[in-house]
């Protein structure tokens, strides 16, 4: 498949990208984070769901 977008606009949206999440990360609550990735319940992972 051929996509028609320039080089420039390609890196430019790059840019923006890395910009957004420039931004976030260092909105980031780390400990927040690691409160709601170990808290107990939930349900169970489904079939095909791997990291």
Known sequence: MV???S???FRLAALWASRFFAERQ???DFE???TILLRKGGQ???DGDVL
């Open 44 to 46: 169970p992972p489904r």
């Open 7 to 9: 080089k420039n606009r």
């Open 32 to 34: 927040q984070f690691r």
């Open 26 to 28: 260092g909105k980031a």
């Open 3 to 5: 996509c028609n977008i």
